[in-house]
């Protein structure tokens, strides 16, 4: 409200205030003090506050008169010939331009503020992406060049140097293959092979193939489902395989020495059921959760590039849970814990 007054306003304050200086120095030139000011201090103070107004009002009156003259021309030259001026009709017009202009800066700015994010979002991105190659590929560059000048004669030295380029190799191409999945998908252009499937008879088969890696990791790979009480969904079986992986992977990473990692399956509704994989590792701080699943973002960038990941698992799985159309949630606690949960439809009857 008082942005619409606020020139006269300041001006107000300015006048109010270039008026107390004066008072205050022909005190001074014929007192050489300013020891009367604080007898009539009150007079001083009612006689600032009659000026501000009375330098609003007129200050004001003023701008407006100013700005209706110049709308005036402006809608006189705008005006169609032979159609009578109407004064509460510029006004109506008037009023609804500015309500427009000021929903147009308003959006604007939120405009120009999303455009920012995604501008940093961007160089983030583009850095990030060029340090994962970057490593790579200077290990490749630096075993390939050494064996082209021919400096290593030892044959096993050699070989040993050509399997560390492939494993470069090897990295560059996983993070290419990650990168275009993620690409299609965002695309639209994977498709989802939907079929009903039992959901317990998958997580204990994952289980199998990552007990020997648990057990590396000390920590206890845990599900207590009934395997012969099966709960039949309807996804991508691969799909659902790589998701429940990379979150089960990812918690083994980062688990504690005789930590816990849990499967359990909960029923949310007749259509829905929710999959949870908790543990009690090493947790994630508040402030990174909303980035947690941004392409290429860490959280310990030095502890997750020694454990090898490329950054992209968590993007990878929150799009393909949501390609079904379905929900992923994470909550953790630092040095607690964390729980990664999604959702799935059950199998129609």
């Known amino acids: 409200m008082f942005k619409i007054y606020s020139a006269a306003i300041q001006l107000s304050i300015l006048i109010v205030g270039v008026f107390s200086l004066i008072i205050l120095g022909f005190f001074y030139l014929y007192t050489g003090s300013f020891t009367l000011l604080y007898e009539i201090v ?15 009002l007129v200050i004001q009156k003023y701008v407006e008169r100013f700005i209706s003259t110049k ?10 010939t032979g159609i009578p001026f109407n004064q509460t009709s510029m006004q109506k017009d008037v009023w609804a331009l500015t309500k427009s202009l000021q ?38 560059e630096s075993y390939i060049f050494t064996l082209l000048e021919g400096d290593v004669k030892d044959k096993k030295t050699r070989q040993k140097y050509i399997q560390k380029a492939a494993n470069g190799l090897d990295r560059l191409s996983f993070i290419i293959k990650e990168l275009d ?33 648990a057990a590396k990791k000390e920590i206890n790979l845990v ?17 659902i395989i790589q998701v429940l992986s990379n979150l089960v992977v990812n918690s083994l990473k980062y688990g504690v020495k005789n930590g816990t990692t849990e499967i359990e399956i909960k029923d949310l509704t007749n259509e829905k ?21 941004e392409r290429f973002y860490r959280v310990d960038k030095t502890r997750n590039r020694n454990e090898g990941g490329s950054g992209l698992g968590l993007a990878i799985v929150k799009h393909i849970i949501e390609a079904h159309n379905e929900k992923i949630y994470v909550e953790s606690t630092l040095n607690v814990g964390s729980e990664f949960s999604f959702t799935l439809a059950k199998a129609k009857a």
Not at 111 to 136: C, M, Q, S, V
Not at 223 to 239: G, K, Q, S
């Open 42 to 56: 009150y007079y001083i103070i009612t006689c600032q506050f009659i000026l501000f107004v009375v330098s609003f």
């Open 71 to 80: 709308i005036e021309a402006m809608y006189h030259d705008l005006l169609p």
């Open 223 to 239: 599900c207590n489902l009934d395997i012969d009480t099966p709960i039949f969904v309807e996804a991508d079986r691969e799909r």
């Open 103 to 140: 929903q147009f800066a308003k959006d604007s700015k939120l405009e120009i503020e999303l455009l920012k994010d995604k501008e940093n979002y961007r160089k983030e991105f583009i850095g990030n992406l060029a340090h994962e190659l970057k490593t790579p590929l200077f290990m490749v």
């Open 273 to 293: 059921v929710l999959l949870r994989i908790i543990d009690n590792g090493k947790g994630i701080g508040e402030e990174h959760l909303p980035r947690l699943f």
């Open 181 to 213: 999945l993620i690409t299609q998908f965002e695309t639209g252009v994977t498709s989802l092979d939907i079929a009903q499937f039992d959901l317990v008879k998958l997580i204990y088969e994952m289980i199998e193939l990552l007990e020997i890696n």
